[in-house]
């Protein structure tokens, strides 16, 4: 556990998190909802990066990121769900860890180290595409086809469990795809198997493991409020100084 937190106390130092409580506990909420349903032995921390980036992942010991610009994409509570339960599923099946006994941690331990002496201006973006991107220095975040297709499938079980509808994984990956948003992509599917194939397996999982429900739970009101909330903070954040011509006398 001592190796995640010192990746994620490095992640912190150098990036700016999303600080509005409101947010930061809806998503965690939904995030320890998922946790309860989940095969996890250790508590989540569950935090958001205020990055317009599309991204997430998680490191060993339960430290789970998130980027605003990613909540932003999803369109109801089953989608960020979906997003939570991938992260979750790396965590229980202790991926990062496997990764780490590799020899894959002194290589992500030195990557965020590099970012540190650029300074904090700027360091997210290069922090989250780090982790998006299979050649960066974070190694141990590219996890082989095996581990994410377990992950995948540990998703759709955490979900469903949840009561959540499985399928909302999948098509907020569908949608993810179709407006080309590689980072997120290209870390959860890999390119082993290309996405078109990893999407329809997950379908395939869906529709023969998963018998519907009477009633899912897809979204709430509140979904709504922190969603609109998010985009209010969004919007003031790259809205920028305002310049007002002065008025003759």
Known sequence: M??????????????????????????SRIGQNIG?????????????????????????????????GLL??????????????????????RHGTRNASKGMMMKALVGIAVLALHGKHGAVEDIVSIAGNIA?????????RGC????DLLALQYLYAAGYDPGSYVAFFEKLAEKKRPNFLVRVFSTHPPTADRIKRCQRIVNEYFPD?????????????????????IGLKNKGPELR???QQ
């Not at 001592?2 to 998503?27: C, F, M, P």
């Not at 958001?48 to 992942?57: G, L, M, R």
């Not at 932003?72 to 509570?77: G, H, K, P, Q, S």
């Open 245 to 247: 011509r002065r008025t």
């Open 2 to 27: 001592s190796l995640g937190r010192d990746l994620a106390s490095q992640v912190k130092s150098n990036s700016q998190l999303l600080t509005d409580a409101s947010i930061n506990e809806y998503i």
């Open 213 to 233: 429900k009477e009633a899912y739970q897809v979204t709430t009101s509140e979904f709504a409020t922190i969603h609109e909330r998010l985009a209010m903070i």
């Open 136 to 144: 960066a220095p974070l190694a141990f975040l590219r996890f082989s």
């Open 72 to 93: 932003r994409e999803a369109d109801d509570e089953a989608e960020v769900a979906g997003v939570l339960a991938h992260e979750i599923g790396h965590v229980a099946a």
């Open 148 to 151: 994410e297709e377990e992950a």
């Open 36 to 68: 309860r349903s989940s095969d996890v032995t250790t508590p989540l921390t569950i935090q958001i990066i205020d990055s317009d980036e599309v991204n997430a992942f998680s490191f060993p010991g339960g430290f789970v990121f998130v980027t605003a």
